[in-house]
Nanobody, 121 residues
């Protein structure tokens, strides 16, 4: 069992930035960030195996950057130019997930408890 702990959420104004972190208790091949806003389904935001396999949902591409430090078993999500529609609970996930389905939540075995992001207009 792999434990995942997210941090870095908070409240920012539209156009601001936040950096989320996810500390894992062990290495997993694939990692991803997902978000869920009230009344909406969980959405894949970004996924990564190695730096050249980073995948993003269209709505965040160019604004968000996913990265990982395997030496620290830590996943990051740099979020710039935040918009009110980015507000949600953000979850970190880990597992053995093929590149083609990195943004599919049901493919991941391990999940964190989430960190909340609020964006005011």
């Amino acid at each position: 069992q792999v434990q995942l702990v997210e941090s870095g959420g908070g409240s920012v104004q539209s156009g601001g930035s936040l950096r989320l972190s996810c500390a894992a208790s062990a290495y997993t091949l694939s990692m991803g960030w997902f978000r869920q806003a009230p009344g909406k389904e969980r959405e894949g935001v970004a996924g990564i195996i190695t730096d050249d396999t980073a995948t993003y949902v269209d709505s965040v591409r160019g604004r968000f950057t996913i990265s990982r430090d395997n030496a620290k078993n830590t996943l990051y999500l740099q979020m710039n130019s935040l918009k009110p529609e980015d507000a949600a609970m953000y979850y970190c996930a880990g597992g053995n997930v093929p590149r083609q389905v990195l943004l599919r939540a049901q493919k991941y075995a391990y999940w964190g408890q989430g960190t909340r992001v609020t964006v005011s207009s």
